[in-house]
């Protein structure tokens, strides 16, 4: 009894005070904060990534790192800092960085004779390199990538993991000798995110073009993918952008063809950042906490003895860190949890709080009669296994609670797209219902902005091969070039 | 013939131009330049780490991270910037760092009300959470590490991995109850860095304690590891600091006790950078290139197909292929240079002044007896084997190439070590002989600042369990407290 009143008394402080659907925004920073997956910084707008938020980060870099060598990638770093003469150089660009620029003007006590933007994504300062390196169509296709950090100086408000001034990244810059070459570079890696998102994260996402509006500025097209949070509004969640012969022209990258002409490269640049870590939260997650999907999870499987006895004690958590041990040799990522001081509930409403996908509890019933009871954290339901089946059941269950976090993703993204006939009703399904707004559209620049100031919504996705259902824009009337998917973001 | 003579144009081009004995510093600019290992940037100080070298951080990164997380450290990520205000807390450290800090002032247009430094490192952001996250006994011991970038504004001339403003590292910062275990962690940390150097990249090194002058700012104590270079100067390689109560008290970092009272932590901190890269390439290369140790090769085998008819290039090549695939089968990193348009002889000029430490040659009449030919790149000596025992053969030379360029740099460092009498034959060794200079020492400043100042020379490490040979200071006559290692370093 005692038992209990404490661990409701625990477990109250420690979880959630606040319901998903009710307030997502302060759900969301409950769970990350409460759930150590980071944490503020005295430095506004900047965030600490802790271990079992930073954790799920390493996964996603092995799982992307690992396919992009697949496809002939290599990784190297160039420098944090990019002289502001050089930033300037791709007019577009510029204007586009700008605005988010942190400089930096002194180094010790001196004045620098030139300020030093701090990279806020790396085109100009590799462009640099480039120019240098490559000489002959033997040179390409150059396949750079980098993992690091980069600082955008962004004014709006704070958001963990999904809007901060410095965020960690991947930044893969191509060139390539013709421009089909190219586009195929950035159709391939937004299929590789595209796999990344559905197989490790388990995030369905629409993918499609940028508009003139929301593309890189720089690029001759950007290529995206959106995802779709709980209150309909939309993540970008990666892009991969066709840089034409843009920056080449103005870097002078030009190469020595077979012909012994000399012709200017054409680019690719694309990127994910930590950003989808937070996607992965606020999508999956739940009111007792995180959901982490199994293939990006920092634990996969956590293992709870349970015993009312110093007795038991022993034998229960022999047990449990022998099952560790058969777990850990079948290649997943294990942990008992045998603090003595906190009741098997207590830990329970831990671990579902911090997003453990599976959970393994062993007493001293299941030692004698060599079985386990698991408790899946997608559906909670508990089922009892043998221990003789125990790594088959165990990789089976992550493998369906992937699938089905999946399938409630996909089922949210498919019930939350609405096929738009007119801009009245545009704004009134925005305002009641959020998620895609799919528009018949002109693709004119000024309607976009005139939307995007009028209601909020910006162009998200304009999916390839979906042809526009009517023949006039649904807002402005000239003709209707595109299906574009509307929508709020974060 | 004709073929012969390109080889030896473009060899020449390609190949250094001056030997490692006459001229290290200009040899190692090759080196790292030609073999593509690094190159300059058009930022001052800063270097670009292309694939070349960046894949020897990975590997160091990898060894290292692996042996860090068996002692239960977790990885995280702070801020990249630091406001001044929090840097200046902890008085000694900051007189330490502020000669060498960059600074951000502007944020877009905006001036910021408070600059904010570009980490040198990142004691004072951490520490500042460790106050908020550290609240008893049971979140003791913190055991946190981050791989990053840091910016030191340093005015001395660069030279690529071992002095750049810009460079990677691993900064490790643990939080215990006791002196005794931050002590005991401090060491722990010495001895894997000391393996990962001996073990990893065949460098032998010097362990024991800094001076006062040269140990890091705001620690109790600094443990460090000095590597020796061919031209007698040492390399900090890594070093591991003690840092007692003093940002505890500073950043009033406290846990309650067991006893519930309120503590102090004992800190620690510690790090190694990508001059370890640096110190490798110019121990172990020679006149023809870089040596890699196998440990940390990007590449550990490169296969080259030797033929001189179109109809044995097929044969050849697919055979090359089939060796290839059974080598990485036996999770070797290898790599076939099947280019057309160079001679086997280019190649073999290449790969080594890239210092792959392993080369396998397959020519028409190996294919027939089922052989090829191993080159090792430390000794040039090649040697026949039968393919059946091809994996078992090729893993023993690369751990006997490890052996043996682990065996050259311990010998060079043993013969380059000399006991000091006197401050005239300390100037007069140094002078003439460089390497480390034993000698017994009273460990003031004053004296430390005086020998540094009229010979360029310092303290590089005071060993442990080692007793001054003489009772009175070799310098100043005052008692020898010390068996301290005088050097010049880089």
């Not at 008394?9 to 925004?25: F, H, I, Q």
Request: charged share 25%.
């Amino acid at each position: 009894m005692s038992n209990s009143d404490a661990k409701q008394g625990e477990s109250a402080s420690l979880g959630l005070t606040v319901k998903k659907s009710e307030n997502l925004s302060e759900w969301y920073q409950q769970v990350v904060l409460k759930a150590g997956f980071a944490d503020y910084s005295p430095v506004g707008g900047c965030m600490v990534y802790m271990p079992w938020g930073y954790a799920i980060w390493e996964h996603i870099r092995g799982y992307l790192d690992s396919e992009l060598r697949k496809l002939g990638h290599q990784n190297a770093y160039f420098p944090l800092l990019i002289p502001e003469s050089l930033l300037k150089l791709e007019s577009d660009h510029f204007a586009g960085f700008m605005p988010e620029v942190a400089w930096v003007e002194h180094g010790g006590d001196e004045k620098l004779q030139e300020r030093l933007a701090i990279r806020p994504t790396s085109e100009t300062i590799m462009y640099y390199m480039y120019a240098k390196w490559i000489k002959s169509h033997r040179d390409l296709p150059l396949l750079l990538n980098q993992w690091n950090n980069v600082v955008r100086w962004d004014t709006k408000s704070t958001r963990l993991f999904l809007r901060t001034r410095e965020f960690l990244w991947q930044e893969g810059h191509t060139a390539h000798a013709t421009k089909e070459e190219a586009e195929k570079e950035v159709f391939t890696i937004l299929g590789i995110y595209e796999r990344l998102l559905r197989d490790a994260l388990a995030l369905p996402s629409i993918v499609g073009l940028k508009s003139e509006g929301e593309k890189f500025p720089g690029a001759l097209f950007t290529a995206t993918l959106e995802v779709l949070m709980p209150d309909g509004k939309a993540v970008q969640a990666g892009t991969s952008h066709h840089l034409g012969q843009n920056f080449a022209k103005v870097f002078d990258i030009r190469f020595l063809t077979e012909q012994q002409t000399k012709e200017y490269v054409w680019q690719t640049s694309w990127g994910v950042s930590t950003r989808l870590i937070g996607s992965l939260l606020m999508v999956h997650g739940d009111d007792k906490g995180a959901i982490i999907p199994p293939r990006v999870a920092p634990v996969q499987v956590v293992i709870v003895p349970i015993y009312y006895s110093e007795q038991d004690a022993a034998t229960v958590t022999v047990k449990a860190k022998s099952v560790a041990q058969r777990l850990e040799a079948a290649g997943l990522r294990v942990k008992v949890d045998d603090r003595a001081d906190k009741t098997p509930g207590w830990k329970f409403n831990e671990w579902e709080l911090k997003g453990v996908p599976l959970r393994v509890e062993i007493g001293p019933r299941d030692v004698v009669k060599d079985q386990a009871v698991l408790a899946r954290r997608d559906t909670r339901e508990k089922i009892q296994v043998k221990l003789e089946e125990l790594e088959t059941r165990v990789q089976a269950l992550l493998d369906d609670i992937h699938a089905t976090l999946l399938k409630r993703a996909e089922d949210h993204l498919v019930r939350n797209q609405w096929d738009i006939e007119d801009y009245e009703q545009f704004k009134r399904v925005l305002e009641e219902k959020g998620g895609f707004l799919r528009a018949s559209w002109c693709g004119y620049l000024d309607c976009e902005t005139t939307i995007k100031n009028e209601t909020g919504a910006t162009v998200r996705v304009i999916p390839l091969n979906q042809k526009p259902k009517h023949e006039k824009c649904f807002r402005c009337e000239r003709k209707a070039t595109k299906l574009a998917y509307f929508a709020r973001s974060y």
